[in-house]
């Protein structure tokens, strides 16, 4: 199943769970919208051509959802019965700590083998240093971030730019490095107003003709329409816009970089499964494939890595 905020390459997860299965000879079920069809039976079998011309589609072709019914034990029931009546024997789970937390307790109340493979735009999960998505959402933003600089340039204005990650700056960052923004804040740190200030003052004294700042939504400062208004009241000599990205950054044909994550992920999810691996989510780490607990790659928080802040201050002058 595909659960919780789709991402760009669940299709190419879910293509490569089904392959891998029929190639180790496993029959394979694909549950439609996430624990929701769990719990209504929304179940029906994958064959390898039902996954075929998948691979470079956006959103989940298995549909999603973020499941109310299945946060109670009377949900889980329900979804245990179905999960019987169909004979299944493992669950993969594709989707973001929500649908994780979801997975290890269903595995636990009911001696399920589960293994969750990550599939966030968020990248917010430890036991991997991508999740997929991610890459693709870095790339639709930097690329809104280089049309907004064109018109920003063009009349010298400074513009804030909001970008997803729920309560985590990853995809701040890469596309603020990747969009060459001059400032980025995100959820993770305490950022304080007279910084950002001081740092456009000094952009403008070295005739700096167009600024983007890139926000994270959920920062401690509010959100862009805030922030701008805090500089505004400060620095009246710039003329400011603000764009929101929302949910285009979710969208869209993956990049090589998640479909390739993707497809070894599948295949390593089947092939933990049959090594009798359980509870736990695989990932990549240094390029390899890793197997960490559900339970520690939800709880452990990712950090931030300080070196990419380091770059990008010294660029942003
Ligand atoms: O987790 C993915 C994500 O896109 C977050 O970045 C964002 O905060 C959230 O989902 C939005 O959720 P929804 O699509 O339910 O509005």
Redesign the pocket.
Do not use: W
């Given at each position: 199943m595909t659960s919780?905020?789709d991402?760009p390459g669940m299709n190419a997860a879910v293509r490569a769970v089904v392959r891998a299965c029929i190639y180790y000879d496993i029959q394979v079920f694909g549950i439609y919208k996430g624990y929701d069809g769990l719990i209504s039976g929304n179940i029906e079998e994958l064959r390898v051509r039902s996954v075929a011309n998948i691979l470079s589609r956006g959103g989940t072709f298995l549909l999603s959802a973020?499941s109310d019914e299945f946060r109670t034990k009377e949900g889980r029931i329900k979804a245990y019965e179905n999960f019987k009546k169909h004979e299944l024997d493992a669950l993969v789970v594709i989707g973001?700590d929500g649908s994780f937390t979801g997975a290890d307790i269903f595995s636990r109340e009911f001696d399920i083998p589960v293994i969750g493979i990550p599939g966030?735009?968020?990248n917010?999960l430890a036991g991997t240093d991508f999740t997929i998505g991610f890459d693709t959402a870095c790339n639709t933003a930097a690329e809104a971030i280089d049309k907004i600089r064109d018109t920003a340039s063009s009349h010298e204005r400074l513009f804030f730019v909001e970008v997803?990650?729920?309560d985590a700056g990853f995809?701040a960052v890469n596309s603020a490095i990747g969009g060459g923004a001059v400032a980025m804040i995100v959820p993770e740190h305490n950022y304080p107003i007279e910084k950002l200030i001081k740092r456009l003052q000094k952009g403008a004294a070295n005739q700096k003709a167009s600024n983007i700042v890139v926000i994270a939504?959920?920062c401690q400062l509010g959100n862009a329409y805030d922030i701008a208004d805090q500089v505004k009241a400060k620095l009246d000599y710039f003329d400011i816009r603000v764009t929101v990205l929302g949910?285009l950054?979710?969208g869209g044909s993956p990049t090589t970089m998640d479909r390739v994550l993707a497809s070894r992920l599948g295949v390593a999810a089947v092939e933990g499964l049959r090594d009798g691996k359980s509870k736990v989510m695989v990932g990549i780490i240094n390029n390899k494939i890793a197997y960490t607990p559900i339970n520690e790659a939800i709880k452990i928080e990712k950090r931030l890595d300080p070196e990419e802040f380091r770059v990008a201050k010294i660029l942003s002058i």
């Amino acid at each position: 199943m595909t659960s919780g905020g789709d991402a760009p390459g669940m299709n190419a997860a879910v293509r490569a769970v089904v392959r891998a299965c029929i190639y180790y000879d496993i029959q394979v079920f694909g549950i439609y919208k996430g624990y929701d069809g769990l719990i209504s039976g929304n179940i029906e079998e994958l064959r390898v051509r039902s996954v075929a011309n998948i691979l470079s589609r956006g959103g989940t072709f298995l549909l999603s959802a973020r499941s109310d019914e299945f946060r109670t034990k009377e949900g889980r029931i329900k979804a245990y019965e179905n999960f019987k009546k169909h004979e299944l024997d493992a669950l993969v789970v594709i989707g973001g700590d929500g649908s994780f937390t979801g997975a290890d307790i269903f595995s636990r109340e009911f001696d399920i083998p589960v293994i969750g493979i990550p599939g966030t735009i968020d990248n917010d999960l430890a036991g991997t240093d991508f999740t997929i998505g991610f890459d693709t959402a870095c790339n639709t933003a930097a690329e809104a971030i280089d049309k907004i600089r064109d018109t920003a340039s063009s009349h010298e204005r400074l513009f804030f730019v909001e970008v997803m990650g729920r309560d985590a700056g990853f995809i701040a960052v890469n596309s603020a490095i990747g969009g060459g923004a001059v400032a980025m804040i995100v959820p993770e740190h305490n950022y304080p107003i007279e910084k950002l200030i001081k740092r456009l003052q000094k952009g403008a004294a070295n005739q700096k003709a167009s600024n983007i700042v890139v926000i994270a939504e959920g920062c401690q400062l509010g959100n862009a329409y805030d922030i701008a208004d805090q500089v505004k009241a400060k620095l009246d000599y710039f003329d400011i816009r603000v764009t929101v990205l929302g949910h285009l950054q979710r969208g869209g044909s993956p990049t090589t970089m998640d479909r390739v994550l993707a497809s070894r992920l599948g295949v390593a999810a089947v092939e933990g499964l049959r090594d009798g691996k359980s509870k736990v989510m695989v990932g990549i780490i240094n390029n390899k494939i890793a197997y960490t607990p559900i339970n520690e790659a939800i709880k452990i928080e990712k950090r931030l890595d300080p070196e990419e802040f380091r770059v990008a201050k010294i660029l942003s002058i």
